[in-house]
């Protein structure tokens, strides 16, 4: 089965700076790489899919790039509200394996 | 608005069984394969299992494979997780969750708000 490994596995950064976290499939996966977004105590929230289309109503501050077996999550200016836990999540087959997660924290 | 509702959690002892279900509403469920993901208390999501639109394909985490079973009705559009000798380490929220398109396999757009299954003695 695939792997997906994600880091850092936390970051702590300031309002406005730029944010990135990785996303590392162990065999390539195309472009079959979503991202969530889960604040504490929430659903998670689908925010890039296909590796780097922006849900609707998604804030354009995020961003995904990548294809095959790397991929990134960029936040280009950290806000407050951003404060959750990311996860990078493979559908090319099952096992629709997410990633460990990204906490971030201002 | 679409919507999932689970529901059937509890606490549970270990070797025993629960059901859950997920009530879905105003999409076509017919349509659309469904899965189930967990989340243990602090910890990540995990992927549980998968059925196609029309039951006939379904898949599973290797951490369940032999004890889960997913199933549908597609008449009362509903999911279901039968949970079977259940394990400490299944301890965790349960999310249904919707592809956001027809295929097999696509990203979740719609996640139902978790029920909470407790496995303890």
């Known amino acids: 089965d695939i792997q997906m490994t994600q880091s850092p596995s936390s970051l702590s950064a300031s309002v406005g700076d730029r944010v990135t976290i990785t996303c590392r499939a162990s065999q390539g996966i195309n472009n079959y790489l979503v991202w969530y977004q889960q604040k504490p105590g929430k659903v998670p929230k689908l925010l890039i899919y296909a590796a780097s289309t922006l849900q609707s109503g998604v804030p354009s501050r995020f961003s995904g790039s990548g294809s095959g077996t790397d991929f990134t999550l960029t936040i280009s200016s950290l806000q407050p509200e951003d404060v959750a836990t990311y996860y990078c999540?493979?559908?090319?087959?099952?096992?629709?394996?997410f990633g460990g997660g990204t906490k971030v924290e201002i | 608005q679409v919507q999932l509702v689970e529901s059937g959690g509890g606490v549970v002892q270990p070797g025993r069984s629960l059901r859950l279900s997920c009530a879905a509403s105003r999409f076509t469920f017919s349509s659309y394969a469904m899965d189930w993901v967990r989340q243990a208390p602090g910890k990540g999501l995990e992927w549980v299992a998968l059925?196609?639109?029309?039951?006939?394909?379904?898949y599973y985490a290797d951490s369940v494979k032999g004890r889960f079973t997913i199933s549908r009705d597609n008449s009362k559009n509903t999911l279901y997780l039968q949970m079977n000798s259940l394990r400490d380490e299944d301890t965790a929220v349960y999310y249904c969750?919707?592809?956001?398109?027809?295929?097999?396999?696509?990203?979740?757009?719609?996640w139902g708000q978790g029920t909470m299954v407790t496995v303890s003695s």
């Open positions: 059925i196609s639109y029309d039951g006939s394909n379904k």
């Open positions: 999540q493979k559908y090319n087959s099952a096992p629709l394996t």
């Open positions: 969750a919707k592809p956001g398109s027809s295929g097999r396999y696509d990203a979740f757009d719609i």
